[in-house]
């Protein structure tokens, strides 16, 4: 399995923007599809962004869409959550997770994830 990083987290006003990363400890990481969720405290973990390995496909959850965007440098073994016009809502700890292949929005299709990174939008 893939080791897995996030890192980029906080606290932002509600209309803010942040950037997650997602670093990866495989050379091979360009082989593997990577999924965002995040889980809200007494909440099950929700499916947000994915990004295919070839990054020629992209997947995001109705309440995210036009807001973030999910992209990725295989070179540097990263993929990036940029989120914009956060909302009080967005408020979660937000993981990485990384399969083979195909991109997928079931948690538990993906066999690697990293340790999460809190986001906090005050209302």
């Known amino acids: 399995q893939v080791q897995l990083v996030e890192s980029g987290g906080g606290s932002v006003q509600a209309g803010g923007s942040l950037t997650l990363s997602c670093t990866a400890s495989e050379q091979t990481f360009s082989n593997y599809a990577v999924g965002w969720f995040r889980q809200a405290p007494g909440k099950e973990r929700d499916f947000v962004a994915a990004?295919?390995?070839?990054?020629?496909?992209?997947d995001y959850s109705d309440s995210v869409k036009d807001r973030f965007t999910v992209s990725r440098d295989n070179a540097e073994n990263t993929v990036y959550l940029q989120m914009n016009n956060l909302k009080p809502e967005d408020t979660a700890v937000y993981y990485c997770?990384?399969?083979?292949?195909?991109?997928?929005?079931?948690?538990?299709?993906?066999?690697?994830w990293g340790q999460g990174t809190q986001v906090t939008v005050p209302s």
């Open positions: 997770a990384a399969r083979r292949l195909a991109l997928s929005r079931a948690p538990n299709s993906y066999p690697s």
């Open positions: 990004i295919s390995w070839r990054i020629t496909t992209t």
